[in-house]
């Protein structure tokens, strides 16, 4: 096994040292979330109890989540779309405005035309508008916005490794 170790930062800041046996472990979840620890074990060259502990050492630690990945249409989510925001003022202030919201599924501070962009899912059109115009365009600081409607997911996956 590769001795590599990566450097990462949780949302606190706060930094983890991951050896090349973590960063595995987190290949082999990433490749199927529900793959039983014992295969993963085999994998990486651990027992079946130390892969468990180190998979709840980093969830612990904010490295990663294991959740179920849908299609939102599926689930009756029939309408989804990014919006460029553009602020005046506390970027940070709007950032959480947004976090907060349950439609809005991605926020990230970005460099460019616009100062965040924000993944929105919503149920239709109407939930689409009310979101939109109701509720980012009115937070104090939102100067403008721009949206991007998805008329067709091709590819949504989580499947970057641990490079």
């Known amino acids: 096994m590769v001795s590599r170790s990566a450097e990462f930062r949780n949302g606190n800041g706060s930094a983890h040292g991951l050896d090349a046996v973590s960063l595995a472990i987190i290949e082999q979840l990433q490749e199927d979330g529900r793959r039983p620890y014992a295969a993963i074990g085999k994998a990486v060259g651990l027992s079946e109890a130390a892969v468990r502990q180190r998979v709840q050492k980093l969830l612990d630690q904010g490295v990663m989540q294991i959740v179920a990945v849908t299609d939102p249409l ?22 959480e405005a947004l976090t907060a919201m349950s439609e ?8 460019g035309s616009f100062d965040l962009m924000v993944e929105v899912v ?4 109407d939930h689409l508008l009310d979101v939109i115009t109701q ?11 721009e949206s ?14 641990t490079r």
Do not use: H, N
């Open 148 to 161: 991007f409607v998805y008329l067709k997911l091709k590819k949504q996956t989580y499947m970057w490794g």
């Open 135 to 145: 509720r980012i365009r009115t937070l104090p600081g939102v100067r403008s916005t």
């Open 104 to 111: 809005c599924e991605y926020v990230v501070v970005t460099a």
């Open 74 to 95: 599926t689930v009756g989510f029939r309408r989804q779309a990014m919006v460029g925001v553009r602020v005046e003022g506390d970027i940070e202030a709007v950032a």
């Open 122 to 125: 919503c149920e239709d059109d």
